[in-house]
């Protein structure tokens, strides 16, 4: 697929200083488009704008922002001013891992706006835009664990399926319009979030935790097929058999069970 031919010449990528959001802005660089990049940390997301536009000659404006601000969207858009967003990924988000008891109000306000009210403003906005020249692509990250309740990342979790929800939602009203939408549902990803929780394995029928790159690779080909997928191969069937085959009770005491044995609760 030409990105450029088909949506335009401009991504803007939130989440974007590392691992899969460093792997979507790797991948749409090498597609020529020019990008705008943001981040909480200004650091990472400058060195890997300097290196994109350096090995692939495209142009990439950084914007360093803290998504959980209530303000977050509008800030965002008044920085972007007249420019023209083509393709728009969320990929950024809040963890928790733990008991809900234990978390505080004040985070969870923060995952809530960071992981569903800013993008959906966003989306929204340049939504419209891309309406009116119809044409674009929304691609925003979700995860396996929004596809039924998860013990021990329940705030998360919930953030997670309104996001696939919301994307399957916009894809069916925008897909006669010239705009593609798309959920992603990562499974395990070999980030420095992840990693950091030295996650331990469950068992040997454990899908196989996936690399950024895999994950785009595959979010590339399921953009304008797909109104949401599970990535890889094993988390696919996981997936299916806990959604299809299993009675969801027995679906949600495995995730349980599966987290609180993954991080030692």
Request: hydrophobic residues 45%; aromatic residues 8%; contains cysteine.
């Amino acid at each position: 697929m030409n990105l450029t031919q088909k949506y335009g010449k401009t991504a803007l990528i939130a989440g974007a200083s590392e691992c899969i959001g460093a792997a979507f802005a790797t991948y749409l660089a090498a597609s020529g488009m020019d990008m705008i990049l943001i981040a909480r940390r200004p650091e990472p997301l400058q060195e890997l704008a300097d290196a994109l536009m350096k090995k692939y000659e495209v142009s990439a404006t950084c914007i360093s922002c803290d998504l959980s601000d209530p303000d977050a969207a509008q800030n965002l858009l008044n920085n972007l001013k007249d420019i023209e967003i083509n393709l728009f990924v969320y990929n950024a988000a809040l963890p928790y891992i733990g008991a809900f008891e234990n978390s505080t109000t004040e985070y969870n306000g923060k995952m809530a706006a960071t992981n569903m009210v800013t993008p959906m403003h966003l989306v929204h906005a340049l939504g419209k835009c891309m309406l009116e020249k119809g044409k674009g692509a929304v691609i925003l990250m979700a995860s396996l664990a929004g596809f039924q309740g998860s013990g021990y990342l329940s705030v998360y979790a919930a953030t997670k399926a309104f996001n696939r929800i919301f994307a399957e939602s916009l894809w069916y009203e925008w897909k006669d319009c010239g705009i593609d939408v798309l959920a992603c549902c990562a499974g395990a990803t070999a980030t420095p979030g992840f990693i950091n929780t030295h996650p331990e394995k469950t068992s040997l029928f454990a899908p196989k935790v996936q690399t950024p790159e895999a994950v785009v690779e595959e979010c590339f080909q399921q953009l304008g097929k797909s109104a949401s997928f599970v990535t890889g191969s094993g988390n696919k069937l996981a997936s299916f058999i806990m959604q299809r085959l299993m009675p969801r009770k027995l679906a949600i005491t495995i995730m349980g069970d599966t987290t609180k044995k993954m991080y030692r609760l």
